[in-house]
């Protein structure tokens, strides 16, 4: 059974940062492409950032390019999110996805955490 469990969401300052930690069980991370989608409050949900360690890239919405980071650690079974320079427009529910390579949708998600940026 695949589960993943999202933490390191809080309330942050405008110009701050936070670090999302997305922890699989059921999957390895490294055969995934892993990501992150966020959700504001009367929004479609979107795109973030996403990775493949194995052999892929690394990709980001251009909303949040030069300000977030997207890492995996392998040993951990783990992937983060960076978010620096944090705007109150980045306030939403931040999910960790997967999907395996040779698939475009993401089979699985996380329950989310949620971010809030005060301004």
């Known amino acids: 059974q695949v589960q993943l469990v999202e933490s390191g969401g809080g309330l942050v300052q405008a110009g701050g940062s936070l670090r999302l930690s997305c922890a699989a069980s059921?999957?390895?991370?490294?055969?995934?492409?892993m990501g992150w989608f966020r959700q504001a409050p009367g929004k479609e949900r979107e795109f973030v950032a996403s990775i493949w360690s194995s052999g892929g890239g690394i990709y980001y919405a251009d909303s949040v390019k030069e300000r977030f980071t997207i890492s995996g650690d392998n040993a951990k079974n783990t992937v983060y999110l960076q978010m620096n320079a944090l705007k109150p427009e980045d306030t939403a529910v931040y999910y960790c996805v997967a999907r395996l390579p040779i698939s475009n949708q993401y089979n699985y998600w996380g329950q989310g955490t949620q971010v809030t940026v005060s301004s």
């Open positions: 059921g999957l390895t991370v490294s055969n995934y492409v």
